[in-house]
Each structure stands twice: as structure tokens, then as C-alpha cells.
């Protein structure tokens, strides 16, 4: 296929179309001129990008949280999502063997190509204009994003409400079963008790708990 089809498929066109070519060469079709490099420089774009946006839409959120938000986003499986609806497998330059790998195992393949083209895209306009490109592609992962319901970790909001209140944070208890883990914590002469496949999920569960009881009592 052309290259017009898929810049057409991006919403960019490229001065250099070269800096594209290269940027859909996988390291199993041509071991010394491969988009590795660009791949690279692309991830921290990528990650750089989303982060100025995070941190100037969420002004009040706390690092913790910001962080989980842009995991979210820049995830493998986000980008290798990107790459499919965009069709770019049909452009990469892969050696024989790898080319017939299941999909599955073309994951890797397909999030790094995303990465290298905006890799591309920066080295062949501005940062202004990959950064354009870059919340134009994710444009509606962004709007979708839920602070609350998504990325919100009940224990580490559990502990800023109490901090604000000068209190202490609660010490959790946690014992293993073959039934999974199960966790309890004091607070407010009350006890909470939480279980869970892993001693995170039990910990976040009573968490969770606790920190129903503290709204509900304020409210």
C-alpha cells in the first residue's frame, strides 16, 4: 500500500517521507536500519505528552494517581489498539517468520510501531505539532478518562482523608488463606474486614469499606 494511505489514516502528512518508511521497518526485516531508535524516542514523547496534558486537566490530583492515569493510557494494549484501528500491519516491514507469528504475538510489534511513528512525526515537524498529533490520536481515550471510578485507589485516598484530619493512617492486617487473603483495620472504633484474590485487591477492599463508613458519616 502507499504511504498517502496511511498518513491519511494518521492525519499527517509527512515532509520526509523517509522518516515514515523508517518508522514501519521492524529489526526482523533489516537487523541495522530498523525503527528501534525511533520507537524509543517516540515512548518518551509519548509519555511526556500525556503527562503535561494529565497534569494541567487534573490540577488537584496527587501524583499517585496522575501516574495510574497515564499507565492507562500509554499501555501496550492501548497502543496496540491504536495500531489496529489505524491498519498499520499492513505497512510494517516484518521478515517472513515473524510476519506469520499469531496476532497475539504481534503485539509488541504493533504498540512499538505506534511509537515510532510519533517518533517520526517529531523529528520531522515540531514539538507543537506532534504534540497535535499525539492528543488528536488519543483524543478519545482522554475524553473517556473517569478519575473516580477508574483510577481513584480507595487505600491512598483512605490515607488523605485522614491526614487532612491530622490522623494517623490505619495498620492493616493481613492473613493468607487457600481461600485467597483476607484483611482487617480499626478505624473509628470500628473494625473492617475485606478479602481478596491478592493482599493489594483485600488491602484496597476494606479500604474501600473504611472509607464508605467515614462519607456516609459525614454526609
Avoid at 492515569?69 to 515473524?98: P, Q, W, Y
Avoid at 473517569?146 to 492473613?175: M, N, W
Amino acid at each position: 500500500m502507499e504511504l498517502k494511505t496511511i498518513e491519511t489514516r494518521l492525519g499527517y502528512v509527512f515532509n520526509n517521507t523517509e522518516l515514515l518508511e523508517l518508522a514501519l521497518v521492524h529489526k526482523s526485516s533489516n537487523n541495522t536500519s530498523n525503527n528501534e531508535r525511533l520507537e524509543f524516542l517516540g515512548d518518551t514523547i509519548l509519555n511526556s505528552i500525556i503527562s503535561q496534558y494529565l497534569f494541567l486537566k487534573f490540577p488537584n490530583e496527587k501524583e499517585g494517581l496522575l501516574t495510574r492515569m497515564r499507565s492507562h493510557i500509554v499501555k501496550g494494549e492501548t497502543l496496540t489498539k491504536k495500531a489496529n484501528e489505524l491498519g498499520i500491519i499492513d505497512f510494517i516491514k516484518l521478515s517472513k517468520g515473524t510476519a506469520n507469528l499469531s496476532e497475539n504475538r504481534k503485539f509488541s510489534i504493533l504498540e512499538g510501531s505506534i511509537e515510532s511513528i510519533i517518533g517520526a512525526v517529531f523529528l520531522d515537524s515540531n514539538w507543537d505539532s506532534v504534540q497535535a498529533f499525539i492528543l488528536n490520536l488519543f483524543k478519545q481515550d482522554l475524553a473517556n478518562i473517569d478519575v473516580d471510578q477508574e483510577f481513584r485507589d480507595s487505600k491512598t485516598e483512605l490515607q488523605e482523608l485522614l491526614q487532612s484530619k491530622g490522623l494517623e493512617p490505619p495498620k492493616y492486617i493481613t492473613t493468607e488463606s487457600k481461600l485467597g487473603f483476607t484483611c482487617e483495620i480499626n478505624l473509628d472504633n470500628k473494625e473492617f474486614v475485606a478479602s481478596g484474590n491478592s493482599k493489594r485487591q483485600s488491602e484496597i477492599l476494606v479500604a474501600k469499606e473504611a472509607l464508605n463508613h467515614l462519607k456516609s458519616k459525614n454526609a
